[in-house]
């Protein structure tokens, strides 16, 4: 009974996606959306949304409450909530569920159905107890929103559908060829993930590149962040935060490829280290010049992400805890983050934090979205009391004994994020107010997903314990699968 | 009665915290709170946590020891890492935290009337309970990990202060710059602590420093792990407070209203550098290096400062320089050996210079007193000094002090400027490679590029109803 929970907690996005096709007003580009049944119809999504994305959670939460790793079996495809999972779906789904309570009504239109079935398709790799429902929830996750990006006006949508369908073609292949000599051994499960990532197969390092470089792909870090910004241009709101909210890229990573790796060279791991490092780094200094505000925030995770893989790549207890609280704290702030860009990019359009104009003032309009932009971005760039600071902790703890270079480079790229945040809001909402005098401030549903994320990010950071065990324990993870149903 | 002792520090610390959070989530989730209700709160706070102190200080003055320690219990662990929650009682901490308690009150009550009708009023009162706590946290810690705690929550509070003038643009650029002057100084304390770890297994100041009441007590860490750790805190301790290199974000701080100046930038903030070192002053014994540099960085501070600051034209200006010099001074006693000293100063200048500043919008007045008193004789010169050095010098240093010895230019042709053009160029090539994998321009239905426009993303365009004041279209 609860490893249905699982399946039921994967399958319901989907049903979402499905309702939300079925009940939601077309997109405004082709219907008029100040029609008031229109307007209602979106208010529906967002309910319905809000509904199902939170039965999803509190299926998760009742198979996390019962502890015992159950394994659901759908014929050779299964699914786990163990190891880093057990902490990153549901913050998945928390920041989807934040994301969609603020989203802008006018962004609830059928197209939405989209950012539904991707967190589906998240929480199916996420979760994923074989190569076959891993390679789906892959797949899903970059064809679904395929035909969105290809209608796009967006220049660069090329390069967003050609990484997409690159990252596919990539993880099949690495896992095609684990699949193949698991095969060829005679292993009883071929399909299993740790016989995928045996350091045994003869292409046990084809494996490994094509894997990581998916991941690495997924995540959109240097060199493989092309596809980030026009994404960022491009992305409808809700889609845009599920994407970047849930990365799935880092739960490849770190259940296949770091294991992999680590089995197959003794000096493996200064060297994805280095991989996260240099992620970390190009994505802060990049971003310290950005002008786009979506942009700002892409660039950000992905920093923030390099971070969380140079904690995983170290391997010891309290990196890889940190790690893992550190990939949950990105997914909440990164919700966060989103939520207060939307909110503005629905009152004022895209935004462009244009230093030749000068600060945009809208702190004068909107003084409560100041202060969640603030207060969001110092949580998520490690200010004590935050869950980041906790995971920033862990990993610095975890990792400077053995790697002191690339943990003040590590630093150097947290300091380059906190500039970042406070020029951004600084170009935002500081200054002399310009055009901002006719904007409404935060609404109350804003306020509250905003209220609910900064509760989770400081709530969990003073008092981080419960997360901290329940992440170490999911590092020690591939907690045995006490039974199947 | 030291049962109480958990109590009454976890009041001390989470009083002001508390109040301050209050505030906060009012304002954002219903509406700011009126002047009186928020001052009340956040005063009553901080004398909540006066009163705590005092009792800590007279249950540890009772109990006839040197020093105490309360346990909590640790905030979080894995592995063999633990970040513990436990507190020093000593004559350090509770000089410190009182001072801090006392000066927090009497500035808040200035406050008051100060800002009476200011938009930002109950913002001043949360940041003003945020920073007491946080400075609590630094005075009471018994490790560099929980210091650096409070330590951060102070660096945000003071950003936040400079932000106070928010629509001007002074205090944005200025908050900026010293947000950046604080997180790299924080680098020193966030990397000395781990180096900490590693050294002595532990960061708590008991064990670093072994048995002994502060000022006494050694270190059995060995000299080149002291030598590094104590390097390290010169760092962060140089950046809290404004000496070189990170001098020249003081006279710029001071763009927020007056009680935040005497808070953060005459009496409390800036002198939380100097109680780091006064803390790890056992440290510095052990590591003659990083001595010499404290004594360095400290006495070119002070000249720094002396020789700027005679030739500031505004009352903050001046105040800032002399605190930067004052400061410079105590660095050197306490390289010197002289804790004792160093704290004794701490405390009096503390009170001054907050004081001073929070005399500084009456200068006008206060000159004219003066003038009166003196009763058409000149007011005193300080120019002996000046007279004495060869005109050509003189004329040098002049220069070179209206200039600020070129600390801004410096900053930005060494830091600011690389990284901006560095993050310019990434951008630039980024733009380039994704046009070329776009094969061009390729714009059929009119999009826009990505490099000089804006792109709007693929939802819809806004809405004239979410244009309107209180328009619920959003």
Known sequence: MIAWMLGLGVALPFVLALLVLGIGPQPAAELRATADGDLERAERVRWGALVLVGLSLAAFAVVAWRGDAPLLRLGPMSLSLDGPASLLAPSYLVAALLATLAAPRRSLTRATSVAFAVLGASLLVALAGDVLTLALGWALGVLVPLRLHLR??????????????????????????????????????????????SPRSPFAVATLVLVTLAALARMAVFPFHLWLMPFADAAPPLLFVVKFAANVGLVVLIRLALPLATSLFDDAVPFVALVGLLAALHAALRAVGETRLRRVVALLTGSQLGIVVVGASALGEQAATGAVVGAAAVALGTSGLLVVVNAVEARLGAVTLDVRSG??????????????????????????????????????????????????????????????????????????????????????????????????????????????????????????????? | MLEWLPLLAVLAIAAPFVAALGVGIVSFLARVPAESTSHRVILGSLATSAAALAALAVITMRSGRPYLEIELGHWFRAGH???????????????????????????????????????????FFGFLGLAVSGLEVVALAASYDILFVGWEIVGVSSVAMVLFFHTRPGPVRAAMQVLLSYRIADLGILLGAVVLHDAAGTTRYEAVFEHGAWPLGATHIEVSAATIVGALLVLSAAGKSAQL????????????????????????????????????????????????????????????????????????????????????VMFVEIGLGFTTLAALHLVAHAFLRGFQLLRTPSVIADVRRIQAELRGRPLPQESAIERSLPLPLARRLYRLALERFHLDTLAQRLVTGPVMRASLLLAAADDAMVEALSGGPDAPDGASGTTNETVRPAGPPPRDETLRVGGGGA
């Open chain 1, 152 to 197: 796009s006006a967006v220049r660069g949508r090329r390069v967003i559908v050609g990484f997409g369908v690159a990252r596919v073609a990539l993880l099949s292949a690495g896992l095609a060829l684990g699949v193949w000599a698991a095969m060829e051994r005679g292993d009883a499960a071929p399909l299993a993930l740790d016989a995928v990532v």
């Open chain 1, 359 to 485: 600060a945009r003032g809208l702190a004068e309009a909107m003084p409560k979205a100041a202060l969640a932009w603030f207060v969001v971005a110092f949580t998520t760039v490690a200010i004590p009391g935050s869950l980041a600071f906790v995971a920033e902790d862990l990993v610095l703890h975890g990792l400077l004994a053995a790697h002191p270079v690339l943990t003040v480079l590590m630093l150097l790229a947290s300091i380059l994020n906190a500039v970042t945040v406070m020029r951004a809001g600084a170009s935002l909402f500081l200054g002399p107010a310009a055009d901002a005098h006719a904007v409404p401030d935060l609404l109350l549903r804003e306020r509250v997903a905003l209220a609910v994320a900064f509760s989770l990010l400081v709530g969990a950071g003073l008092a981080p314990s419960p997360v901290v065990d329940f992440a170490r324990r999911a590092v020690h993870g591939g907690a045995p699968h006490a039974h199947a149903e």
């Open chain 2, 245 to 328: 290199p990170f001098s020249a974000w003081l006279p710029r701080a001071m763009e927020g209203p007056t009680p935040s100046s005497a808070l953060f930038y005459g009496a409390l903030s800036i002198h939380a550098g100097v109680f780091l070192l006064l803390r790890s002053a056992p440290l510095f014994e052990h590591a003659p290096v990083a001595r010499a540099a404290l004594i360095t960085v400290g006495g070119a501070t002070a000249l720094y400062a002396a020789l700027t600051g005679r030739v500031q034209s505004d009352a903050k200006g001046q105040m800032a320089f002399a605190t930067m010099a004052q400061v410079g």
């Open chain 2, 81 to 123: 890492y633990e970040f513990e929650l436990a507190f020093l009682l000593d004559e350090l901490s509770l000089g410190f935290g009182l001072l801090v308690a006392i000066v927090g009150i009497l500035i808040g009550r200035f406050a008051v009337h100060y800002l009476h009708r200011e938009s930002g009023h109950a913002r």
